[in-house]
């Protein structure tokens, strides 16, 4: 007789043990996140900076050392406040119309193909509130970016850059971002933890076909540009910005718009041009802030009428004017084209049209704002010239 043997098996909720794990995991995070705050807020972040600056002065000549505390004099300028007699005697409204207006810019400037990389004196410069860089053949931004907390404007299209750091969601002061016409292929999720930004231009980088959910939310975005791209549907981000008024979808592969495009209740000017779109959806007709669309009327079947009819918005259509044959040839042309030039002379081709062909969009666009008369929807209109 063989006698049976029980054994207990322990059972165990694996949803308790992930959500406690999930909540450890959080904790870890959090002290982490402290400890860094920490770390930036003491003093051991300013005497680090201090003793490397030190360092790098030690290996400057005496003309390249006078020339970099030229550069840095403006910083100490902005915390002194000098007064003579006379300016006394003129009293503060006088001094204060005397004030340069553009001295609490402190703005920097770089342009050329000369330049490969950042100069590396800009890093003791982080009393710096913009930043211009346009035409260079620079491919990444610096590693000392997150040292830049009063900037406001960073300004660098048609240069060569790859990626966009994740450090940029620290410059949480940033008001204008314009990364267009460079090589990005995604964007960071950090991006998200500048709210208090106002433009987002990202058009023009070609392999660009998606947006991180985390840029939702930039509550306070008005102006975003992601025209001359890969998207094939509106990002769901976008649709989540409430505050949206000015939004740029043109000449991507879009085939249709989402019915829920009425989320965008301050959204005045909308660009779909250039796309693959047989119809607009009706909930175009909801959003009472609408003045402005502009479509593609090779394809598009179906509009609403509302939109066509309303005295209360430009409705334009525009048609490239091109039979089909004219279009085969033109497409042959270019293929041959491309066989013959290199990657990077018909990148910049492609760029200097594309950046053409947007300025005349606006020029048009900006002459049509002004008019009393609202144009036809079936107004033609060529942008298949050569600018």
């Not at 051991?44 to 900076?49: K, S, V």
């Not at 860089?133 to 907390?149: G, H, K, M, N």
């Not at 460079?182 to 070609?206: D, F, I, T, W």
Request: aromatic share 6%; hydrophobic share 35%.
């Amino acid at each position: 007789m063989v006698l049976e043997r029980k054994v207990d098996v322990p059972v165990y909720d694996l949803s308790l043990i992930r959500g406690l794990w999930e909540v450890r995991v959080k904790k870890y995070r959090q002290r982490q996140k402290k400890e860094q705050e920490r770390v930036e807020q003491s003093a051991l972040a300013r005497i680090d900076q201090q003793w490397q600056y030190r360092i790098y002065c030690k290996t400057l000549k005496t003309t390249e050392l006078n020339l970099l505390h030229h550069y840095l004099e403006r910083s100490t300028q902005s915390n002194i406040q000098t007064c003579t007699d006379a300016e006394q005697q003129q009293g503060p409204a006088a001094q204060q119309h005397q004030k340069d207006p553009d001295q609490d810019k402190l703005i920097f400037q770089l342009s050329g193909d000369r330049w490969m990389d950042f100069p590396r004196e800009l890093q003791w410069m982080t009393y710096l509130k913009e930043w211009h860089v346009r035409e260079t053949r620079i491919r990444q931004l610096p590693d000392y970016l997150a040292l830049f907390t009063q900037l406001t404007v960073l300004d660098i299209p048609k240069n060569a850059i790859a990626q966009l750091p994740p450090e940029i969601g620290k410059l949480t002061g940033l008001r204008e971002l314009d990364v267009s016409y460079n090589r990005l292929s995604k964007v960071p999720a950090e991006l998200g933890n500048c709210e208090n930004l106002e433009r987002l231009n990202l058009a023009g980088n070609h392999n660009l076909s998606e947006l991180p959910f985390e840029l939702s939310g930039l509550k306070q975005l008005l102006h975003l540009d992601i025209a001359e791209n890969r998207f094939v549907s509106i990002p769901i981000c976008a649709l989540r910005m409430s505050c949206l008024q000015l939004l740029d979808l043109s000449n991507n592969s879009l085939t249709d718009l989402p019915q829920d495009m009425d989320r965008l209740e301050q959204l005045v000017t909308l660009f779909v041009h250039k796309n693959q779109l047989s119809y607009l959806p009706q909930c175009l007709i909801n959003i009472s802030t609408l003045k402005m669309i502009v479509v593609s009327g090779d394809e598009l079947t179906c509009i609403p009428t509302k939109l066509c009819s309303s005295p209360d918005i430009k409705f334009i259509r525009l048609y490239d004017n091109l039979t089909s044959a004219e279009r085969k040839k033109k497409e042959e042309e270019k293929k041959e084209k491309s066989k013959k030039q290199r990657w990077r002379e018909q990148r910049e081709e492609e760029v200097k049209k594309d950046s053409g062909e947007k300025e005349f969009m606006e020029a048009y666009i900006s002459t049509l704002t002004d008019r009393d008369s609202v144009p036809y929807s079936t107004t033609k209109v060529s942008i298949s010239c050569l600018l």
